[in-house]
């Protein structure tokens, strides 16, 4: 079903295709521990039965209908502490992918790493990624690297979630979302490589949702209003509340989907 054909130096050079897997992260994780694969192997299916997204978050994709990978980097030149900066690379890989299919600056990401787009007026998740490294010392061993792109799926569990296809009105060849992905992964991740962490970062804060705006979000159960002015080096979110600036790790301050934006 899936078929990789753009010429990249590492990203797709083993593709590895299951009829149906509970999770690619978990099922690629195991297979690295049994085999020596080569950094870049892609493990897809077009049907996840279990998928995970960040913090235990289920990743809903109905079978033969969406992009669900995982992918397997060595990034060994990146230390512990640099962990997040491959989560930038790999975002707007995924946010130029999105971009290239989706109305012409609709598409945001969402610290850390989901993509929205701004949709009849709401903003709806289209994917999500997660990361999941294992570390030798101080550097990176191996980044199981879980992507999941909704692409021509229209009914869905979660109320803010959409896809390509409901987007532009029209499905695509799976393929083609898939070939598009390799290449922006490749192209970030050589990026990355080549240490031009600093232009990719400036990238990511020019596209995350709520850089330099104010947006409502949810805190402790409750609606506050902020603003993001940064991303630490280690990933925490730095905002400012009424001249106040705080930082957060994951799950700690979340989007307010439905209040006025």
């Known amino acids: ?11 797709g050079c083993q593709l590895i295709e299951l009829t149906e897997c509970h999770s690619t992260n978990a099922f690629l994780m195991a297979l690295c521990k ?6 870049g192997t892609i493990l897809i299916t077009p049907n996840q039965t279990d998928g995970k997204g960040q913090r235990g978050n289920i990743w809903d ?15 060994k030149f990146l230390q512990a502490t640099a ?30 790493n989901d993509m929205l787009v701004n949709f009849s007026g709401s903003i709806k998740k ?21 992507i999941g792109i909704n692409v021509n799926q ?42 031009h962490i600093a232009k990719l970062k400036i990238e990511y804060l020019n596209n995350l949702l709520g850089f330099n705006q104010e ?22 979110l730095i905002m400012e509340h009424d001249d106040e600036v705080v930082f957060y790790n994951f ?3 979340s989007l307010d989907y439905d209040g006025p934006q």
């Open 1 to 11: 079903m899936f078929n990789i054909t753009v010429n990249t130096l590492i990203t």
């Open 34 to 39: 049994e085999k020596n694969l080569h950094e």
């Open 61 to 75: 994709a109905q079978e033969n209908k969406n992009l669900t990978l995982s992918l397997l980097y060595k990034p």
């Open 83 to 112: 962990q997040f900066d491959l989560n930038i690379a790999i975002s707007l890989a995924v946010f130029d992918t999105l971009q290239s299919f989706l109305p012409a600056k609709s598409v945001k990401i969402k610290w850390p």
């Open 126 to 146: 289209v994917s999500g990624i997660l990361i999941e490294n294992t570390l030798k010392g101080n550097f990176i061993e191996n980044s199981i690297v879980g």
């Open 154 to 195: 229209l009914d869905f569990q979660f109320p803010h979630a959409s896809s390509i296809a409901e987007v532009i009105q029209k499905t695509i060849d799976l393929n083609i979302v898939l070939n598009t992905l390799c290449e922006n992964l490749e192209k970030r991740y050589l990026a990355l490589m080549n240490n």
């Open 215 to 236: 947006l409502n979000y949810i805190k402790n159960g409750e609606s506050t209003k902020g603003v993001i002015v940064d991303i630490s080096s280690n990933g925490q």
């Open 251 to 253: 799950k700690e301050i």
